[in-house]
């Protein structure tokens, strides 16, 4: 099982990026997929879910509004368009595969670092 983040970079407040999630080794149409991201010093955080149709999706309250999770499960990807981003959007962001519920554990990807600064 492999999460591959792409798409992070330097941009200014104010701005847009694109995060992809190359998923491998498994039945990614089954799971639920997860955004996280982490900032210097503070913990590992839940930013945005999508279930494994995409029928359904949860967003924490920090970046509702402007961060949209989506999927592609021909292409076994999962993506988060991120707008009017704000410098307390910096962190590394992970892609998550969370299947404790049917004893399978948590999968991370490396992650990719986002920074938003003038």
Do not use: H
């Amino acid at each position: 099982v492999q999460l591959v983040e792409f798409g992070g970079g330097l941009v200014q407040p104010g701005g847009s990026l694109r995060l992809s999630c190359a998923a491998s080794g498994f039945t990614f149409s089954r799971y639920p997929m997860s955004w996280y991201r982490q900032a210097p010093g503070k913990e590992r955080e839940l930013v945005a879910r999508i279930t494994s149709a995409g029928g359904s999706t949860y967003y924490a309250d920090s970046v509702k509004g402007r961060f949209t999770i989506s999927r592609d499960n021909a292409k076994n990807t999962v993506y988060l368009q991120m707008n009017s981003l704000k410098p307390e959007d910096t962190g590394v962001y992970y892609c998550c595969l969370d299947r404790r519920d049917i004893g399978l554990g948590v999968v991370w990807g490396q992650g990719t670092q986002v920074t938003v600064s003038s």
